[in-house]
């Protein structure tokens, strides 16, 4: 889930402090699903792990915190 800054002229170390943590949360809300004995069709499986690099890449968007890309958690994990 991508943070909120209030108030928005946060510095940006800040920003991307709260954006790692944010996407951490995520990564651990997914893990669950991540483990190789968990039920999901295999298409699910390639959306899945795409879902989890996205997550992971997030830092590597840029130097803009303003800028980050969040990726949609899939319909299937909602």
Known sequence: MKPLFVPAE????????MIRKA???????SDYAA???????ETHKLIFAEY???LRDIP???E???A???????DFLK
């Open 60 to 62: 590597d968007q840029g």
């Open 52 to 54: 989890r690099k996205k």
């Open 10 to 17: 946060l510095h940006p170390i800040i920003k991307w402090e």
């Open 23 to 29: 996407r951490d949360q995520d990564l651990s809300a």
């Open 68 to 74: 980050v890309l969040w990726p949609s958690k899939p």
């Open 64 to 66: 803009d915190p303003d």
């Open 35 to 41: 483990m190789p004995d968990y039920p999901m069709l």
